[in-house]
């Protein structure tokens, strides 16, 4: 691993620009790819417990590293720095930050895949001695020090020790280094999502075993393990009460039913049940009531329950068919509403003094975020921002006074801010954006809704070339995000692999395409029916409808060059990109692949341990004739196929499958292929290789009249 100590001076010197100053890059007719993917992309945004500190993972250009930002000696405002010195785009992922206690150190973990830690690292960059995943520790004055192999990590209360994760076993070591890592606990099961209890006396933890699951505490005084309230349904999200005597969790019944990419709208009804530590004995506060809101629904948060003041827990449910928060007594009754109204709360965080809750949604901007706060006693929330901007990921500095947030809009990416009143929000880190970024070429998307084949209202983006307006049609391309639980904004998105998407919508209007980006059903933001939509997925493919809808709208339009319209994707995107062009080739003349579904009776196999196509057949039956590959023989556009082959989300035989059956009926395909690269791209070289394979390819099948005859 090269480090380069003197990264951060080199950094300053090189953005001598804020992000309001767009410098020379306004004076250029167009941009590059390169360009327009340099910005510096924050995630993994967390406050410290005490000295109002922040701190932020930068991933710029695959260079990923901390930053922390402290309120400055000037005392108006923050100071931002770089902490760690990692100087190369290696594939080595940065993420799960922690800080200690006393906020003068930070917890993290670097390498492997984290949504998928237990399974073999990942090593795209091909670094011949190999990589690992480890937990590391970074004074804010030092230089970082590993602490261990393994992931996840949760630091005590003291500040003096860490627990981990590693080989789905709970390893515990000293922050200082003085002791070897031990593991802590032997125990069947994958065991995870560590929470301490507020006295430090006590580890709580999941036990995952497959068809259920157990809440676990490990006991420091007397070295012991229990797993109190156990039973044959699913247990998760516990939380402790400030006295440390209690543990809120949530139950879900277990159901080998329970196959994802098919509607789920009702179930056996989830519950909040409360344990007391002491005796062991468990008993349910509350459950959900039979019909909508049935089944658990999470939101974006470190725990799902919030153990407030007052004895009150906050928790989220779609009891109206929208995703709101509602709070209960912990020793039980009728739950409050915190939020109504018909919009969906998202990132949700609980201030420090437990008195109120700061979230991000999208009410009254169904297309945007913005940021909410609501006390424990309900009342009416009051907005923190708004507008044309994008704010989300909300958390309160250590004395409950400042708000720091991700914040974008349509010219300028996601970087974290603080919220100092009403509607007023600074940047924390203003000098990180290249002199030549092109914020100023960026076009702002329209809001459109237009009607799915089936007459179902369809919201999506229009990206439209800057010289529109006139008589000149233009080919043009419809995107179709992955998830499918996902949902595309007007402005750059909070998701790194969503904000790259972005970007190449911007890059493809920029160079003369109108760009369509499709919030297809079974995805976020418009309520449970529409993400639940009806025979969607493995279940029917319902999507479809949206996406002839759209090819059809694009169609219509007299700036649209009706026989040169493509479609691109990546993931449920390239599920529905190679769905387009394997039923609809006469409306849809070329598109781009990346690593989408081709098969859901074989995908199923990747995320249910219980689906068994030769016990389930008509849901295998219904799957396949749902997938691409049933309608492939009317397959006839020409394809632009990316994968990687270490894609543990969609698995590479996916591509492997398709590929053979195009050549065999003549189809014209093209490849681009990435040895020992995951589902996410690790490495920021093959995102930009991967999208200019992408626009070549559109260039070459869309543009000049190629299609024109079709």
């Known amino acids: 691993m090269k480090i380069a100590r003197g990264c951060l001076r080199l950094l300053l010197c090189a953005t001598a620009i804020t992000w309001a100053g767009f410098g020379a890059a306004s004076q250029k007719s167009s941009f590059t790819l390169s360009q327009v993917l340099s910005a510096p992309f924050p995630s993994d945004l967390i406050a410290a417990r005490t000295k109002n500190r922040f701190a932020w993972v930068f991933n710029r250009e695959g260079k990923r590293n901390i930053w922390i930002a402290e309120p400055a000696a000037t005392g108006t405002g ?234 009150k827990i906050v928790f989220p449910w779609e009891r109206d068919g929208w995703t709101h928060l509602y709070s209960v007594s912990a020793v039980g009754g009728t739950p409050l509403l915190l939020t109504p109204g018909s919009f969906e709360v998202e990132d949700v965080s609980l201030s420090p003094d437990l008195e109120f809750v700061v979230y991000s949604s999208n009410q009254d901007d169904i297309d945007r975020r913005h940021i909410w706060r609501v006390g424990m006693g309900g009342g009416s929330p009051s907005q923190m921002t708004k507008g044309a901007g994008i704010e989300t990921q909300a958390i309160t500095s250590s004395d409950g006074k400042v708000v720091a947030v991700l914040r974008s809009d349509a010219r300028l990416p996601m970087r974290p801010a603080w919220l100092s009143g009403a509607d007023d929000i600074h940047d924390l880190a203003p000098l990180v954006l290249s002199s030549d970024f092109p914020a100023a070429q960026m076009v702002t998307p329209q809001a459109v809704i237009f009607p799915a084949a089936d007459g179902m209202a369809i919201h999506g983006q229009l990206f439209l070339p800057a010289a529109a307006g006139g008589a000149k049609r233009y080919p043009a391309v419809v995107f179709f995000h992955g998830g499918s639980e996902r949902q595309m904004l007007l402005g750059w998105h909070y998701m790194g692999y969503y904000s790259n998407a972005y970007a190449m919508n911007q890059y493809l209007a920029s160079h003369g395409y109108v760009v369509l980006s499709v919030n297809y059903r079974s995805g976020i933001g418009y309520g449970l029916d529409f993400r639940e939509a009806m025979n969607y997925g493995a279940a029917g493919a319902s999507e479809f409808n949206d996406v002839e809808g759209a090819g059809l709208y694009l169609r219509t339009r007299n700036d649209v060059v009706p026989g040169q319209i493509g479609l691109w994707g990546g993931s449920y995107g390239g599920y529905l990109t190679a769905l387009g062009l394997a039923r609809s080739s006469d409306l849809f003349a070329a598109g781009v692949d990346m690593h989408g579904v081709h098969d859901w009776s074989e995908e199923l196999r990747n995320w249910s341990a219980s689906y068994d196509p030769a016990r389930s057949a008509e849901i295998a039956r219904l799957a396949w004739e749902s997938s691409p590959m049933a309608s492939v023989q009317n397959w006839r556009s020409p394809v632009l196929l990316v994968h990687g082959d270490d894609d543990r989300n969609v698995p590479f035989s996916q591509t492997v499958v398709l590929a053979e059956a195009l050549r065999k009926q003549g189809v014209h395909f093209e490849e681009l292929i990435f040895p020992d690269e995951i589902h996410d791209f690790l490495l920021h070289r093959n995102w930009l290789r991967a999208y200019e394979a992408a626009a070549e390819f559109f260039d070459q099948n869309l543009k000049a009249g190629s299609q024109a005859a079709r």
């Not at 930070?106 to 830690?117: H, K, L, N, P």
């Not at 080989?167 to 000293?174: G, P, R, T, Y």
């Open 78 to 311: 923050f100071t931002a720095r770089q902490v760690t010195k990692y100087s190369e785009d290696d594939g080595q992922d940065v993420g799960e930050l922690v800080f200690t206690p006393d906020a003068e150190s930070i917890v993290y973990t670097r390498g492997g895949d984290f949504e998928f830690s237990e399974k073999p690292y990942p090593n795209p960059s091909k670094i011949v001695e190999g990589v690992e995943q480890n937990v590391w520790v970074c004074s804010l004055k030092g230089e970082p020090r590993k602490i261990g192999e393994g992931h996840s990590p949760a630091v005590s209360p003291e500040g003096n020790r860490v627990a981990y994760r590693f080989k789905d076993q709970i390893w515990l070591a000293k922050l200082d280094g003085s002791e070897k890592p031990q593991q802590l606990i032997h125990a069947r099961g994958e065991n995870g999502t560590l929470r301490w209890s507020p006295d430090g006396n006590f580890l709580g933890f999941v036990s995952g075993r497959g068809d259920h699951a157990f809440i676990g505490i490990y006991s420091f005084p007397s070295k012991t393990i229990n797993y109190p309230d156990a039973s044959t349904d699913k247990d998760s999200e516990p939380v402790w009460s400030p006295d440390s005597q209690k543990v809120a969790l949530v139950r879900t019944p277990s159901s080998k039913d329970d196959l994802l990419f098919k509607p789920r709208r009702t179930g056996m009804p989830w519950s909040i049940r409360v344990i007391d530590v002491g005796t062991g004995i468990g008993h349910e506060i509350w459950k959900a009531s039979e019909g909508r809101g049935s089944v658990f629904r999470e939101v974006t948060a470190q725990n799902q329950l919030l153990w407030a003041r007052d004895n």
